[in-house]
């Protein structure tokens, strides 16, 4: 394989564009930083692995039912941060709190 066939750039470059990774996959990450992070994915197989991979991960994770904590559990996270639990339809009046 020749050289001129890999992707040569400094690492900055790299740690630029995966800085901003989370809005590029929210879909928040302004137009022209946007297509220049795609520009860079296109020539630079690393970040475009980092991207894909974090996507499907973000993708598989919202599929995931939320995890339903046991009692025990809750009662102690809400006493460890020193909160009331939230019960019935949770509208944070403390009326049904013991």
């Known amino acids: 394989m ?4 890999h992707h040569h750039h400094e690492n900055g470059e790299c740690r630029r564009y ?14 022209e ?3 220049e992070l795609e520009a860079h994915m296109a020539a630079c197989e690393n970040c475009r ?3 894909n991979t974090m ?5 598989l994770y919202r599929q ?10 809750k009662e102690r996270l809400y006493a460890v941060l020193d ?10 009046s403390g009326s049904e709190s013991r």
Not at 18 to 31: E, K, R
Not at 66 to 71: C, G, T
């Open 64 to 73: 995931l039912p939320a995890p339903d904590l046991p009692n025990a559990v």
């Open 18 to 31: 995966l800085a901003s990774l989370t809005d590029y996959v929210d879909g928040d990450l302004d137009p």
């Open 49 to 51: 692995v980092v991207v």
């Open 55 to 59: 996507t499907k991960t973000i993708s």
């Open 2 to 5: 020749s050289v001129t066939s």
């Open 83 to 92: 909160l009331k639990p939230q019960r019935g339809n949770g509208d944070g």
């Open 33 to 35: 930083l946007c297509r």
